[in-house]
């Protein structure tokens, strides 16, 4: 049994502790927030330790691996903390602010060999894997163009006040949303390299932007679009979509249907000419333990699966983090 | 429960196959009368209750259903809650903002009941007070079975806080007189959970369908699960977000002993039709 602490309660603090408090091969022993009114909770209806300070958590509970969901601008302090002490580390996205800590970070981990993933979970969808999977076999031919979008009702009114709406902590559309847009072209398409003609717009925030649009090009030349805004109430929920152009046709996909048009047939692949549409239920293995969307448990299970096997090499490491960190970086000078 | 529930997922956007139809969805359904004309389809087809989730639109439907002698006979099931709202608030506000803002009255008052219960940091009276504001739209509506949504039943299973599932049943049952309902995604898991905290044979929905979607642990272990005859099922996902022709999927779970009742949502009359009589046909066909 691995053993497991928590650092933040918050939206996504909870759902990984549901996740691993359910987990076969985990032994879940301890959390840690810094409010007592959500501690408190935790320490009347479950069976977990708990802690505020999350160094005596660590150094008290004997833990193989930490899981973090602590607001961004913690993240940098708490990691080193926690590869100082030999854990295998689980970080929520956006890996941190400064985009030099993230390398910093990366090889300090690779260094010690220890497992290192930050929550992209995206990248665990069966969706966004079958295009991947179609990229690979060369289905669109040469590549001309992309587009990354996210939208979803976030930020709809002009009040709200939590870390995630105030400048400098990690907060705002860019980092709470772009970042995933971003890390899903990285997986799908290349690392992404510069950008261009970025505005970060403010709607309803008075500190951070609500919506993100810019030109982006990748390292190997593509180059493409992103377009993201959290104030869209059209959405019921954050809907990330990508659309990918080539010679030979073209993919739109998101986390329910990926939709491939083909200019002529592809045998090999068994894709007829014209549409065809591939739908989340043929694409999707099912999990042990479901909460909100596959991808969240299967995340986890891979984190689980490469601490168990000694794997470092891992689907969503601090290493391919910190190409998004740095793009963050680039937006805000080039919105500038 | 009757063996044929008529769902709401098409009426407010959500379709796990594909979020383009959702938006179309979204788009017909604009108007509460288009709701209101399929719900009386559903009911000229012999289908009288709507479980529906508590999502804002839903307490016009209820007015619309208090007190009129042609809905005397309809059944509404509310499922609670409806978690995008909360989960937005939460992000937007915080956990004391969205407490704040769903359970009623001044919170930080202690001549209130739900401020008394946060100073007292009593969580389980704090889950009473936001049922209880879940609840408020349906007040004068027939609400025999009242559910707790997958998301809040399956977080309460993983982080092990039965307590809650249990405040929800007894609050439930004391206040509304009503039978409480779990929604999961985990059938196994809570049905050992719930015997374990003192709760036999309680009223569940589950996803059951014949690709497994959805199913934790594989169709197998759901198989089993439901021969024991554990509780009282219903069964949700059916067509496995569409991927399962309507046929093929009623006939799949008429075969299984032990589904009491089917749950499904259709926007058209020719749909409604077509399942309730695949379902009424096959049903004679393996109960008799």
Known sequence: MIRIGIIGLGKMGISHCAILGAHPDVNLVAVCDSSSFVIDAFKKHTRFQCFTDYRKMITEMGLHAIVIASPTKFHTEMVHFALDNSLHVFCEKPFVLKAEDAEILAEKAEKKKLVNQVGYHNRFL???????????????????????????????????????????????????????????????????????????????????????????TLQNGLSGQLSVNWSDETHRKMNTQITILGKKGKIIADATEVKIFLKESNELLGLSKGWTVKYL?????????????????????????????SETNNKSSFRSASYTDQLISKLITDSK | MERVLFGDNQFFGVNHSSDEKARAQTMRFQQDDAIMAVLDSAIEEGINTFMCTTHDRVGEICNRIR???????????????????????????????????????NIFSTFAKGGLAFMKK???????????????????????????????????????????????????KEKYHAEPGFITMNLPLLLDTLEKAGIENPTVCASINKIGFRMSGGIKKYEEVIAQKRCRLVAMQVLAAGALAPKEAFEYVCSLDGVESILFGASSRSNIHQSKSIIDRCSILVHG
């Open chain 1, 126 to 216: 069966g969706t966004f894997n079958e295009v991947k999977i179609l990229l690979q076999m060369n289905a669109l031919g040469e590549l001309y163009h992309f587009n990354g979008e996210s939208y979803g009702p976030v930020v709809l009114r002009e009040k709200g006040n939590t870390w995630r709406s105030q400048k400098g902590q990690g907060g705002g559309c860019l980092y709470d949303y772009a970042s995933h847009t971003i890390d899903l072209i990285h997986f799908l398409l290349d690392k992404p390299k510069d950008v261009s003609g970025t505005q970060l717009k403010h709607i309803f925030s008075n500190d951070v932007e609500d919506a993100v649009y810019s030109s982006i």
């Open chain 1, 281 to 309: 239920t043929e694409l999707t293995a099912n999990v042990d333990y479901y909460l909100r969307g596959e991808e969240y448990s299967a995340q986890i299970d891979h984190f689980i699966k490469c601490i168990k096997h």
């Open chain 2, 67 to 105: 007190g009129n002698e042609k809905y005397k006979d309809f059944k509404v099931y509310p499922c609670m809650p409806y978690a995008h709202k909360y989960a937005n608030a939460v992000t937007e506000l915080g956990y004391l903002g969205t407490i704040k803002q769903f359970v009623p009255g």
């Open chain 2, 122 to 172: 009593d969580f389980s009276e704090l889950a009473k007070l936001m049922i209880d504001a879940e609840m408020k739209m349906f007040h004068g509506v027939n609400t025999p079975v009242i559910w707790v949504q997958n998301v809040i039943t399956d977080l309460l299973l993983g982080l092990g806080m039965t307590d809650f599932l249990v405040t929800f049943y007894k609050h439930i």
